[in-house]
């Protein structure tokens, strides 16, 4: 009997030091080597019962940091407040203070370039050609410069391939492919029809897309949207632009989702009206700018920017548009932070709990990334994607992950 309740309270020691210690090593181990932290991201975490009271963060030293700056420096992580587990180079600010977003808006973005999507013949009067074939060049590379002029559009090629000085003479194209630079010469062929040189390309230099409004910084009125780059079939992901606009949209409708079918949100942009902002960056991230009206939005105030170390398994609230203009919470439960070494657009795992947002949509449906996901007060991260089988269940991104842009 005795030998039983020993094995009974060794087995139950090791449980418990798995859960209580090992499991939290794991977890303070796998932060990435990099990342952007709050003061108040720390305090947070050595209070955490996630880490506390084995795991412990601190700072190289203390450091005041003031609302507008960024302080790079050192985060220890230590076992029992005195063995070393990891250290990590931070990016230390002061939590600023942001407007939490939930609203439905819709960009015009011109591409930095133009963007080759398919090639096609050109007859001449010694038969049809195709210059692509031999210049090396494929759809999806951007086309910057042409003998060293910028080109912004189809109008700007015409121009330069029919200029005096070099019609019907081989070109230096500058081409951007998978963010590399590099060089090509192409040789226009004269179109028998136009009696105009070209190339025999289609390209593209602009697309639009609509998404949700994540937060706008109160300092600087910087917004960050989508939480995933806006993808354009000829244009691929994370397409560079070199300009944007934002407007405002009119709700038509919504799809439900269902499992294996996902819903989405039916709008509209109001291009008639002026836009609201302007977007500069497309990346993994989102979609960046500066909104130039933020009285002509419903924005949530009250709220600062929370990191990783701020968020947990639990209770939290997501915030939406779906009445047209209006913006409402609606309660998700967090299942899962993933700790990620790198940035990555499925760092958070949850599952929508609102019964009213359920009957709406049927949970996450298309037109809702970007959706800000706020807890404790703090916004943290920003709705990414929805499970194909299961409409209820969501990805999020961490928030840091998108100030950095």
Known sequence: MKKIFLTICIICFFVIGYFYIVEPIYKAIDYPNNMYVTAQDIAYANEDSNFAPFIKFNLDNTITVNKEEVTQTTMHIKLFGFLPLKKVKVKLINSPE??????????CLNTDGVVIVGSNEVFTKEGS???????????????????????????DIDKILNSPEYAGNDVELTIVRDNDTFKRHITPALDIFTQKYKLGLWVKNSTSGVGTLTYVKKN??????????????????????????VFLCHLLGIKKGSKNS?????????????????????????VYGNILHVNKLNLIDGYVLGGRMSIKPGKAKIYASLDDGEVKSYDIKIIKTNHQDVAD???????????????KTGGIIQGMSGCPIVQNGKLVGAVTHVFINDPTKGFGVYVDWMYDN
């Open 345 to 359: 657009d499925k760092s958070i795992v949850f599952k929508v709990t609102d019964d009213e947002l359920i009957a």
């Open 220 to 245: 600087d009125n910087r917004f960050g949207a989508v939480g995933h780059s806006l993808t354009d079939a000829s244009l691929g992901d994370n397409f560079k632009i070199s300009e944007g606009e």
């Open 129 to 155: 050609q195709e210059p692509i074939v031999k210049s090396g060049l494929k759809e999806g590379d951007c086309i910057k410069e042409i003998e060293g002029q910028e080109i912004n559009s189809i109008y």
């Open 98 to 107: 942001v407007y939490v977003g939930g609203n439905i808006v819709g960009f």
């Open 262 to 286: 996902p819903g989405e949100l039916r709008s509209t942009m109001k291009i008639s009206d002026d836009s609201i902002g302007i977007a500069d960056t497309n990346c993994k991230y989102g």
